[in-house]
């Protein structure tokens, strides 16, 4: 399997990995409102025999009180097809991200995912360090600084790119 950066041809075959996914249109939404709106951090693919098998893409955040040239980023969407998922290929996704994103100079990187699955990769919750997200994440909502000490220099409310309110519930509702 190999992990690279996505291509302009791909697009397609990421539409189907997070459709599949999720059983739902939305995180493949996101990720092409974000190409649009050219939001797009990093974006990678997983290639098994010549097929697009998984995907993770990261986005620019703004921190509320953050030091001048701080740089973070939000993981998601990262899928994989259900037919190829409990091989490691999210894993390496995660892992290979979280690599480029310290090459390219991002100081640390949030996300709203399972605390239990990306606990191993040392993501921590975010309200431990005094973060919040606008979509009332609790203990979902979570960080790995890739700049040590990055943590400690920022606090307050985390933004999103806006791409994601459309798909955000409701405020008010469960």
Known sequence: ???RQESAGDAPAIWR?????FSEE???KVVDMLRASNSVVLSLVAVAAGQVVGHVLFSPVTVES????????ALGPIGVLPDQQDRGIGSR???EG????????????????DPGYYG???FVPASDYGLTDPYGGGPAFQAIELRQGALEQITGAVRFAPEFDAFAPDEGQA
């Not at 953050?66 to 980023?73: D, F, T």
């Not at 690599?99 to 995912?113: F, I, M, P, S, T």
Request: charged residues 20%; contains cysteine.
């Open 1 to 3: 399997m190999e992990i």
């Open 17 to 21: 990995v997070q459709e599949q996914a």
């Open 26 to 28: 939305d995180e493949a």
């Open 66 to 73: 953050s030091p001048v040239g701080s740089r973070w980023v």
């Open 93 to 95: 996704l995660v892992r």
């Open 98 to 113: 979280l690599a480029q994103c310290r090459l390219q100079g991002c100081d640390g990187v949030v996300l709203l995912g």
């Open 120 to 122: 191993r990769f040392g």
